[in-house]
């Protein structure tokens, strides 16, 4: 059973509606364009999503200095179309029980949406070059993306 006290939470306001962060987290076109902080990439053919519940995603971020792969994957959870997302977050095929657990929850905010990301299962903090600081690039790739050209 995961550590449900150990996690972290990230607040972001995107210049963005809902429906376009949604499509963001939910089709795999648009994952394999930013699930990655800067300096990574995703290859396209790497990634599936069946955003349902009880459905499964999977995906590879590959180093793109040193060609390092990760295989991540997990299980949809709860699935409210443009307010909130939640998924185990490990390996393909993991436990479920044993897998830490990402929560996305969208508010419309004046022009924009904000995004409320929590992670529940893994120790994380600001500086630790792993779990939190990968996640703060992410998104920050997740920024890039939704200001870009599609």
Do not use: C
């Not at 990439?41 to 793109?64: K, Q």
């Amino acid at each position: 059973m995961i550590d449900a006290s150990k996690g972290f939470t990230l607040v972001r306001t995107f210049e963005a509606a809902p429906e376009a962060i949604w499509e963001a987290w939910t089709d795999p076109d648009s994952v394999a364009q930013w699930w990655h902080p800067r300096g990574a990439s995703t290859p396209r053919e790497s990634v599936d999503v069946d955003a349902r519940i009880g459905g499964t995603y999977t995906y590879t971020m590959v180093n793109n200095a040193t060609g390092e792969k990760v295989i991540t994957g997990g299980v949809y959870l709860e699935v409210e179309p443009f307010k909130r997302l939640v998924f185990t977050w490990g390996f393909p095929g993991a436990d479920p029980d044993d897998t830490p657990v990402i929560v996305v929850t969208l508010e419309p905010a004046g022009d924009g949406t904000r995004m409320t990301f929590d992670l529940r299962g893994v120790a994380g903090s600001e500086g630790d070059g792993s779990f939190y600081d990968g996640w703060v690039g992410a998104l920050d790739s997740l920024e890039d993306y939704l200001g870009g050209d599609r």
